[in-house]
């Protein structure tokens, strides 16, 4: 028995592996964060398979009917509506339970499309080390939040609705304090609108407010590290 956790694109359908592809033909359930997401993607693929909800609202039984499923033999892909599962995703906490249950269980990575990992490979910003914050709290914890980005040195990445980008710009001014920090801030990844913003958090605040379509789609934040102080010489 077998879990594949299974990437998938997070836009352009194109981005799908061929790995990927073999392995949701083949398996004999799909775990699927929302069925219909997943559902339009297996068309396009044109793959038939038994596909079942999973996602950060299902509820105990629901993985009781996961542990059966693996009981009796059978192979499972797990996906996200986009990018990859387990990642700022509840795929991780449903790996950790059948693991618990099962702990002969072969959970088999089928790597592929990350928006994270996507937007900090075009941001120019060392990347050696990095530090992925996933989207910030709505209300509670979010000032927090900001005040940590301003204190980190290293690289920032973080995803953002397109509902509260401006406000993710102006705390990053304002909260964060980051300054002239420069930032990469990606719109519709990989999609037909993709775009990239390059700047400070106020020269990427005054172009997004030019054209409110550039508030539509869903954003990834990179930021850069913090500029060295010089050492004063003798």
Do not use: W
């Not at 068309?43 to 909800?53: G, T, Y």
């Amino acid at each position: 028995m077998k879990l594949y956790i299974v990437a998938t694109p997070i836009g352009n359908l194109a981005d799908i592996t061929l790995r990927a592809v073999n392995t949701l033909a083949n398996v004999e359930l799909i775990l699927a964060e929302d069925t219909r997401v997943t559902r339009t993607l297996l068309e396009h693929l044109n793959i038939r398979k038994e596909l079942m909800a999973y996602h950060a609202h299902s509820r105990p039984k629901e993985i009781e009917k996961i542990i059966n499923f693996l009981r009796s033999g059978k192979n499972i892909a797990l996906v996200s509506d986009a990018g990859t599962p387990g990642v700022n995703d509840p795929g991780n906490y449903l790996i950790g339970q059948l693991l618990k249950e099962l702990p002969e269980l072969q959970v088999v990575p089928i790597p592929g499309p990350n928006a994270a990992a996507a937007a900090l490979s075009v941001s120019g910003f060392p990347s050696d080390r990095f530090y992925f914050l996933g989207f910030p709290p709505h209300k509670k914890g979010r000032q927090t939040f900001f005040k940590d980005i301003g204190e980190t040195e290293g690289t920032v990445v973080f995803y953002e609705s397109k509902h509260r980008i401006l406000k993710c710009l102006k705390e990053l001014k304002t909260v964060a304090q980051i300054g002239e920090r420069p930032i990469l801030v990606c719109r519709e990844l990989t999609k037909q609108f993709e775009t990239f913003y390059r700047g400070t958090a106020y020269d990427i605040e005054m172009a997004l407010q030019k054209n409110k379509n550039n508030l539509l789609g869903e954003f990834v934040v990179v930021i850069g590290p913090k500029p060295k102080k010089q050492s004063l010489k003798a």
